[in-house]
């Protein structure tokens, strides 16, 4: 079975500044796919990225890119400029075939002023 | 388009008793998912429908937990005999295909419904 870990349970981040969230997975599977999804308050699941295992180039969404290691089997988010509205929990997440997500516990992340 | 949105917000009930939440996904969307969240954790999946049928079932916890689609938009995830260990927050998220493993179909999810068993 797949597994996600997000080791940092709360990261903060002056705004402005750059911050990196770490996950790492465990598959046996070689194609999948990996994201990032940002939850508010609002309880709102939203789409921050994605990555293809089959693609190298790293995944970039303006202020968001990833760090994708395929054999150390790591997927870490960088945000650039961080931003108050940033201030959300943050999961990743794996899929293979059979489409259901398999998250991480997630990682708080406080921008401050 | 609007989003996928689930019925009610908050649903608080007491335990033994049967609770019904809503899904509806966004409009042409074939394929629609369950997960729950409890706190502190990352959502958990429960069921996937492709259609009006069941294609993944494997996350229910038990047989107190059943959901259907039957005319493969709304689904309604079906709660008996409710437990104080069934709070949480429920989320349903639907997707334009299913895909596989060579899609990047992407879940849309809904703002949750939190239920609350006394």
């Known amino acids: 079975a797949q597994t996600v870990t997000q080791s940092q349970p709360e990261m903060s981040v002056q705004e402005a500044e750059t911050v990196t969230l770490s996950c790492t997975y465990d598959t046996s599977e070689n194609n999948y796919y990996l994201f990032w999804y940002k939850q508010p308050p609002s309880r709102q699941m939203i789409l921050v990225i994605r990555q293809e295992a089959y693609k190298q180039q790293n995944a970039t969404e303006n202020r968001f890119s990833v760090n994708f290691q395929k054999a150390a089997k790591s997927f870490s988010l960088k945000i650039s400029d961080s931003q108050l509205g940033d201030t959300a929990m943050y999961f990743c997440a794996f899929r293979s075939y059979g489409n259901k997500l398999v998250f991480g516990a997630g990682t708080i992340l406080r921008v401050k002023s | 388009g609007a989003g996928v949105s689930q019925t009610p917000s908050n649903k608080v009930t007491e335990k033994g008793k049967y609770v019904e939440l809503r899904c509806d996904p966004i409009?042409?969307?074939?394929?629609l998912y369950w997960y729950r969240q409890s706190l502190g954790q990352g959502p958990e999946f429960l069921i996937y429908f492709q259609g009006t049928g069941a294609a993944d079932d494997s996350g229910l916890p038990n047989d107190r937990f059943f959901a259907v689609r039957p005319e493969g938009s709304v689904s309604t995830l079906k709660i008996q005999r409710t437990e104080r260990g069934d709070s949480a927050v429920y989320l349903c998220?639907?997707?334009?295909?299913?895909?596989?493993?060579?899609?990047?179909?992407?879940?849309?999810f809904g703002p949750g419904t939190r239920l609350t068993v006394l």
């Open positions: 998220a639907s997707s334009q295909t299913s895909g596989g493993a060579s899609s990047t179909d992407t879940q849309y």
């Open positions: 409009s042409g969307h074939t394929a």
